[in-house]
C-alpha cells in the first residue's frame, strides 16, 4: 500500500519539539566538518558554481551517503570547495538552514513539516528516502518488555523532533498507550549507545546504524517504522536547500540532483560493494550495512514526480498532504503554534526542477 498516500486525517505527531524554537534561535553545534576539493579545472573557476558547497548531511544507510563515500559531489564540481557536515538530527540540521551555516540539508518528516511551518528559509528538491525497518523500538532482552503494553513505569530514549520520535508517539497512539506512563527522555542517537551500555534506559526508538548495535548488545525490537506506517504514520527524508542558494544557482541544484541519482543507482545496482563503502560511514560491519541498506526505500530521480511523491508543477503529488498532515498534527501536540495552509507545503517543494 502507499505509505505517502495511507495517512490518517489527524496524525499523532512529536511532542516536545518546542526545544527545536529555542534551537533556531542560534547557529548550530555538535556538527563534525570534512572537506574535500575537486581537482583544478583550467583557467578560471566557472562564475555561476560557488565557491564552497556546504551539505548537512546525517549518516543514514541512502543515496546521499552513498554519494559523499564515492565523493561523487567533488567530481561534479572541480575546483569547488565541497564541505560535509555532519548532524545528528533533522532539528539541528533546521538550526543551521536558520543561521545561513549549510547550504543543503537532510531533515525526517516531521522536523522538516515544522521547518515549513515556522518559515525556515529553504525549499524541498529531494526525497531522499521511505523510512521502513531502518527505524525501530529497540528494547534490553532483561527489561522485559515484550510488547508495547509492556512500556508502561519503563524509561525509553528517542530523539526529540525526530521521525523516530514521530513514530514511537504514533505507535503507542495506535495502540492507545498514554504516554504520559512512559518515561520517554531525549538523547541523539549517538548518545543512545553509551546510556543502553551504562542501563540507563530501557529501551530506544532509534535509526541506524545505532539500532544494529543495540541489537548487537542484547537488544530485541518490538516495533518498526513500517509496521507503524501501515497503520497510518508514514515518515521519510528529504532534502532542503537555502532559498538563497537555490536563487544564484538553480543550475548547482540540477546538478548535486545529479549527484544524488548516481549515488542512488549505484547503491542499488552495486549493493555489496556499496555495503563495503557505506560500512565506513556507518560503523557497521558490510553485513550490518546490508541489512540496514535493505530496511529503507532510496528514491532516485526518476521517481521524485511520481504521484506518490513530490507529483509535478500541474499534477502534485501526495508528499505536500503528508507535510501538512504532520504540521497538522504538531499542532495538536502544542509542538508549534499554528499550521500553515496545505499550498504553503506545496509551493516549498521545487518538483519544476525535474521538468525539461
Same mark, same amino acid.
Given at each position: 500500500? @502507499?505509505?505517502?498516500?495511507?495517512? +490518517?486525517?489527524?496524525?499523532?505527531?512529536?511532542?516536545?519539539?518546542?526545544?527545536?524554537?529555542?534551537?533556531? *534561535?542560534?547557529?548550530? %553545534?555538535?556538527?563534525?566538518?570534512?572537506?574535500?576539493? %575537486?581537482?583544478?579545472?583550467?583557467?578560471? /573557476?566557472?562564475?555561476? #558554481?560557488?565557491?564552497?558547497?556546504?551539505?548537512?548531511?546525517?549518516? +543514514?544507510?541512502?543515496?546521499?551517503?552513498?554519494?559523499?563515500?564515492?565523493?561523487?559531489?567533488?567530481?561534479?564540481?572541480?575546483?569547488?570547495?565541497?564541505?560535509?557536515?555532519?548532524?545528528?538530527?533533522?532539528?539541528?540540521?533546521?538550526?543551521?538552514?536558520?543561521?545561513?551555516?549549510?547550504?543543503?540539508?537532510?531533515?525526517?518528516?516531521?522536523?522538516?513539516?515544522?521547518?515549513?511551518?515556522?518559515? #525556515? /528559509? @529553504?525549499?524541498?528538491?529531494?526525497?531522499?528516502?521511505?523510512?521502513?525497518?531502518?527505524?525501530?523500538?529497540?528494547?534490553?532482552?532483561?527489561?522485559?518488555?515484550?510488547?508495547?503494553?509492556? !512500556?508502561?513505569?519503563?524509561?525509553?530514549?528517542?530523539?526529540?523532533?525526530?521521525?523516530?520520535? $514521530?513514530?514511537? !508517539?504514533?505507535?503507542?497512539?495506535?495502540?492507545?498507550?498514554?504516554?504520559?506512563?512512559?518515561?520517554?527522555?531525549?538523547?541523539?542517537?549517538?548518545?543512545?549507545?553509551?546510556?543502553?551500555?551504562?542501563?540507563?534506559?530501557?529501551?530506544?526508538?532509534?535509526?541506524?546504524?545505532?539500532? +544494529?548495535?543495540?541489537?548487537?548488545?542484547?537488544?530485541?525490537?518490538?516495533?518498526?517504522?513500517?509496521?507503524?506506517?501501515?497503520?497510518?504514520? /508514514?515518515?521519510?527524508?528529504?532534502?532542503?536547500?537555502?532559498?538563497?542558494?537555490?536563487?544564484?544557482?538553480?543550475?548547482?541544484?540540477?546538478?548535486?540532483?545529479?549527484?544524488?541519482?548516481?549515488?542512488?543507482?549505484?547503491?542499488?545496482?552495486?549493493?555489496?560493494?556499496?555495503?563495503?563503502?557505506?560500512?565506513?560511514?556507518?560503523?557497521?560491519?558490510?553485513?550490518?550495512?546490508?541489512?540496514?541498506?535493505?530496511?529503507?526505500?532510496?528514491?532516485?530521480?526518476?521517481?521524485?514526480?511520481?504521484?506518490?511523491?513530490?507529483?509535478?508543477?500541474?499534477?502534485?503529488? *501526495? $508528499?505536500?498532504? !503528508?507535510?501538512?498532515?504532520?504540521?497538522?498534527?504538531?499542532?495538536?501536540?502544542?509542538?508549534?503554534?499554528?499550521?500553515?495552509?496545505?499550498?504553503?507545503?506545496?509551493?516549498?517543494?521545487?518538483?519544476?526542477?525535474?521538468?525539461?
Amino acid at each position: 500500500m @502507499n505509505r505517502f498516500v495511507k495517512i +490518517s486525517s489527524r496524525l499523532f505527531a512529536v511532542s516536545l519539539i518546542a526545544s527545536l524554537l529555542l534551537l533556531i *534561535a542560534a547557529c548550530g %553545534g555538535g556538527t563534525k566538518e570534512t572537506t574535500g576539493t %575537486g581537482a583544478a579545472s583550467a583557467g578560471e /573557476p566557472n562564475a555561476e #558554481l560557488p565557491k564552497e558547497i556546504r551539505i548537512g548531511y546525517q549518516v +543514514s544507510p541512502n543515496g546521499e551517503l552513498m554519494a559523499k563515500a564515492l565523493g561523487l559531489a567533488e567530481k561534479k564540481f572541480p575546483g569547488v570547495k565541497i564541505s560535509w557536515l555532519k548532524f545528528d538530527s533533522g532539528r539541528d540540521v533546521n538550526t543551521a538552514i536558520a543561521s545561513g551555516s549549510i547550504d543543503f540539508g537532510l531533515v525526517g518528516t516531521p522536523p522538516g513539516a515544522s521547518g515549513i511551518a515556522q518559515g #525556515l /528559509p @529553504n525549499q524541498i528538491y529531494y526525497i531522499h528516502d521511505v523510512i521502513g525497518e531502518s527505524e525501530a523500538l529497540v528494547v534490553q532482552e532483561k527489561s522485559g518488555i515484550r510488547s508495547l503494553q509492556d !512500556l508502561t513505569g519503563k524509561t525509553i530514549a528517542t530523539t526529540f523532533g525526530s521521525t523516530s520520535h $514521530f513514530s514511537l !508517539l504514533s505507535a503507542l497512539k495506535q495502540a492507545n498507550i498514554d504516554p504520559g506512563t512512559i518515561k520517554i527522555i531525549d538523547m541523539q542517537a549517538p548518545d543512545l549507545l553509551a546510556a543502553w551500555q551504562r542501563g540507563d534506559i530501557d529501551g530506544a526508538y532509534t535509526w541506524q546504524p545505532v539500532q +544494529s548495535k543495540l541489537l548487537a548488545a542484547s537488544g530485541k525490537v518490538i516495533i518498526n517504522s513500517k509496521e507503524v506506517a501501515d497503520q497510518g504514520a /508514514p515518515t521519510g527524508e528529504f532534502g532542503v536547500v537555502h532559498n538563497d542558494f537555490i536563487a544564484k544557482y538553480p543550475n548547482v541544484v540540477k546538478q548535486y540532483i545529479e549527484v544524488l541519482d548516481e549515488g542512488t543507482k549505484y547503491y542499488r545496482d552495486h549493493p555489496k560493494e556499496a555495503a563495503e563503502s557505506l560500512s565506513k560511514e556507518l560503523g557497521l560491519t558490510p553485513e550490518e550495512t546490508l541489512k540496514a541498506m535493505n530496511e529503507i526505500t532510496v528514491l532516485d530521480a526518476s521517481q521524485q514526480t511520481d504521484a506518490k511523491y513530490m507529483g509535478t508543477p500541474e499534477q502534485p503529488g *501526495a $508528499f505536500g498532504a !503528508l507535510l501538512k498532515a504532520t504540521a497538522d498534527f504538531l499542532v495538536e501536540q502544542k509542538s508549534i503554534k499554528s499550521a500553515p495552509d496545505a499550498d504553503v507545503f506545496q509551493k516549498a517543494i521545487r518538483s519544476d526542477l525535474y521538468t525539461k
